[in-house]
């Protein structure tokens, strides 16, 4: 397993932008399918991204498609989460997940989780 932390959660105005970033420990950062995740306020966590370990393919939930960008720097062990025009509906925790092997979709597939960090978009 790796560990993972995640930063760049804060406040935004709805239509502003944020990007967060997680950096996983261990020398095999390349070899994990990275996910990001969310769990708003009485919901289960949710799929938003996940990028395969060559950055070849990303896939994305249909609601943060064409908003969010996931990416990933295997150089400096990080992947990002480039969230754009956001809206009160992103409003969640936001975590970071990998996964030694190829990509998934269910938090259940993901053995590797951060902290999480809160996006909070206002009206």
């Known amino acids: 397993q790796v560990q993972l932390v995640e930063s760049g959660g804060g406040l935004v105005q709805a239509g502003g932008s944020l990007r967060l970033s997680c950096t996983a420990s261990?020398?095999?950062?390349?070899?994990?399918?990275m996910g990001w995740f969310r769990q708003a306020p009485g919901k289960e966590r949710a799929f938003v991204a996940v990028v395969g370990r060559s950055s070849g393919i990303a896939y994305y939930r249909d609601s943060v498609k064409g908003r969010f960008t996931i990416s990933r720097d295997n150089a400096k062990n990080t992947v990002y989460l480039q969230m754009n025009s956001l809206n009160p509906e992103d409003t969640a925790v936001y975590y970071c997940?990998?996964?030694?092997?190829?990509?998934?979709?269910?938090?259940?597939?993901?053995?590797?989780w951060g902290q999480g960090t809160q996006v909070t978009v206002s009206t």
């Open positions: 997940a990998a996964r030694p092997s190829n990509i998934a979709f269910a938090t259940t597939d993901f053995s590797s």
């Open positions: 261990g020398r095999t950062f390349s070899s994990y399918t």
